[in-house]
């Protein structure tokens, strides 16, 4: 049964599905949070320089918490355990972290009311060493420069203002 006009290039998807799961599994264990890094509103910069001074915000408030969130990653894929000691900053990076990574790996496979298929290898490594890639690599690269992106879009900004 054809089920795309691609069926010749799909490859497996059950790893992604994997690592989907096994995102949102580590998710759910994560205490949750009200912190946020705080938005200070300012008339006197123009739209591009607020942007680009809350996200050098949202960064540095990251780069105070990277040795520790990164040794509480390395717990949750190795040892299915969150530290005790989390912070709310952690907690929230975490978080932003996590949905970050699960949004990309829901993306590489396609589906909705159809058997899942994509045509994306899943890499020669276990689920663990894919979601630690995802938490770590992946996440400095490209998560975190999407996740201030979104913390700084005109509506995120406009609520800021008026809240």
């Known amino acids: 049964m054809t089920t795309s006009i691609y069926d010749s290039i799909h490859v497996p998807c059950d790893k992604w599905i994997e690592l989907h799961e096994a995102l949102v599994a580590s998710l759910r264990l994560l205490p949750t949070t009200e912190w946020i890094p705080s938005i200070v509103p300012s008339s006197k910069e123009s739209d591009e320089q607020e942007r680009k001074r809350i996200q050098k915000g949202i960064f540095d408030e990251y780069k105070s ?33 996590h949905h970050k990574a ?3 790996v829901r993306s590489i496979v396609v589906g909705r009311g159809r058997p899942p298929m994509t045509i994306v290898p899943f890499p020669s490594a276990d689920v663990a060493t894919v979601a630690l890639w995802f938490l770590s690599e992946w996440w400095i690269e490209y998560g975190i420069h999407d996740a201030y992106e979104e913390a700084t879009t005109t509506e995120m900004l406009f609520h800021k203002y008026f809240s």
Do not use: G, H, R
């Open 102 to 104: 699960i949004l990309f």
């Open 65 to 97: 918490v990277v040795q520790s969130t990164s040794e509480a990653v390395i717990s949750i894929v190795t040892k299915n355990i969150w530290p005790k000691d989390l912070s709310d900053k952690e907690i929230y990076f975490l978080t932003v972290m």
